[in-house]
C-alpha cells in the first residue's frame, strides 16, 4: 500500500506561483520503488488531465502540453516527496491537483496506469 498526502495547495494571482508536495509512505513505497510519481488535475465539469511524471529512479521528469516550461516535477528520495512548481499561472490552471503513484510501468499519462491517489489540493488561479 502506498498513502499520498498533498500539500500546498491555494489562492494565487494568474502569473503567480504555487508549489505543491506530496508526501508518500507505506510499505510498497519503500527503497525498492522503482515506479512512477505523477500529478494529475481535474477541473469542474472536465476529465483528469495529466500534468507531470517523474521516474523514482531515473528523475525525469514528463510534462503535459499544457505545462510544459511553466511547471516542474522534482523529489526528494529522502523525505519520499514529491513537488511540483507551479510559474507563470494561468486561469485555466485551476483545479483539483492530485498525486498518485504506480509501482510499475505503464502509459505514466492515463490515470487509470495510477494505482494509488492522494486526495487532492485545490488550485484557484484569479484573475
Known amino acids: 500500500q502506498v498513502q499520498l498526502v498533498e500539500s500546498g495547495g491555494g489562492l494565487v494571482q494568474a502569473g503567480g506561483s504555487l508549489r505543491l508536495s506530496c508526501a508518500a509512505s507505506?510499505?510498497?513505497?519503500?527503497?525498492?520503488?522503482?515506479?512512477?510519481m505523477g500529478w494529475f488535475r481535474q477541473a469542474p465539469g472536465k476529465e483528469r488531465e495529466f500534468v507531470a511524471a517523474i521516474r523514482w529512479t531515473v528523475v525525469r521528469p514528463y510534462y503535459g502540453d499544457s505545462v510544459q516550461r511553466r511547471f516542474t516535477m522534482s523529489r526528494d528520495s529522502v523525505k519520499n516527496t514529491v513537488y511540483l512548481q507551479m510559474n507563470s499561472l494561468l486561469l485555466q490552471d485551476t483545479a483539483v491537483y492530485y498525486c498518485a503513484a504506480v509501482p510499475s510501468g505503464g502509459i505514466i499519462y492515463r490515470a487509470s496506469t495510477y494505482n494509488y491517489w492522494g486526495q487532492g489540493t485545490q488550485v484557484t488561479v484569479s484573475s
Open positions: 507505506g510499505r510498497t513505497f519503500s527503497s525498492y520503488f522503482m515506479g512512477f
